[in-house]
């Protein structure tokens, strides 16, 4: 088995070169974590411009799903590429967008008969299913009910959806009017300072008394859009009955229920979409990131008889693109040829016990939660606040010693590998993670 190996401290001298250059010429709207400088990945490894090996706990952002340039993957990208490259969905027809619907109205929860849209992004797949929802009821339904402490991208009418940071948000309103924010349902803080299971989940009732029959009456609400495991916000999973009850509220006005999976989605959880965990059927489901384990790609899947937005009102120039398609294809396959569901649900139900011993034995890790593969570890301070300092130094600290893992939330460490890693490796990650809060606790009381 591979270990990490750094050979000059990170970043070095070729490393340096890049990020002056990205520093001059990118804008700096990201908000990085640290100055890795990727130059190839095979599998759950990276390495960076000088030679310094990394094992890979980010998936490039919940995206190389099936790992580094897996063989599969790589090899569909060149099949298509010297076949067609790009001849636009929206004007014309080809194969594999088909192809791979077939694949997504088989895997995506829901008997029922459904139909795709492509898009090129998950802020995309959000700005289909607000216009794919608004547009159903034809305009009668202006609002949508979205959550604080929930992200769905950056573009205008998700980022109207998105109440993750105020970052996010500062300086670009007026957004995209009739959205209604109500609390994610995030346990560990209860926003109505409550505890689970005595609340009996008032974050449900609440929406119903004080949103629906106060103020925005049901009967305009197109939608509730939701992410099923908080990604951004803080890898934040909400208590068993939520989505049962959310849904039995939706039905009971005729809302529309919107399933954010695009970093939950395609096997991340150990389920196809991580929704599965509680046996609900949305009504549309976004899905980008993984689906194409690398390449841009995203998809709208939803009930057939609502995925009607007439001719001309909604289309993408590349949005099923062959070539993402193809690899897309590639990947749903090697997902479920190398059973990569069950092998997520295994490592990372190891890595949570191992994460669950390291709580016990260090105050600093308030919460370990998460399912499959996505796991968040929450470090606080000793009042129990969290504590993004200590989360900044152990997450450099591990970067120093060859583990790249970033932040989600305001101090939840965030673990997402290739669904391909192997318990072995995920304990090499899990050693690193633990050194790494241990010195970084030095320096950070
Ligand atoms: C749940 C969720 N929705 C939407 C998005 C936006 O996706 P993209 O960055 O591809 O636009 C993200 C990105 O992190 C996400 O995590």
Redesign the pocket.
Known sequence: MSRPEIKVPPPGPKSQEIISKDNELIMQSFARWYPFVAKRGQGVWLEDLDGNKYLDFNSG??VTNVGHAHPRVVQAIKDQAEKLLHYSLTDFLYETPVRLAEKLVKITPGSFPKKVFYTN??????EAAIKVARGHFRGARPYIIAFAG??????MG?LSL?ASKPVQRRGFAPLVPGVVHVPYPYCYRCPFRQKYPDCNLWCVDYIEEWVLKKYVPPEEVAAIVF?PI???GGYIVPPPEFFRRLKELADKYGILLVD?????GIGRTGKWFAIEHWGVEPDLI?I??GIASGL?L?ALVGRREIMNLPPGSHASTFGGNPVSCAAAIAALEVIEEEKLLENTTRVGEHAMKRLNEMKEEIPAIGDVRGKGLMIGVELIKQDGSPNPELLRKTLDIAFKSGLLVIGAGLSTIRIAPPLIITKEEMDVGLDILYNSIRKALQETP
Do not use: N
């Not at 992004?121 to 959000?126: L, N, Q, V």
């Open positions: 952002i919940g992004s998950g802020a995309e797949s959000i929930s992200f769905h991208g950056r573009t998700a998105t992410e908080a990604g951004e954010d999976e695009v970093q939950a976004a980008a990131k841009p995203g």
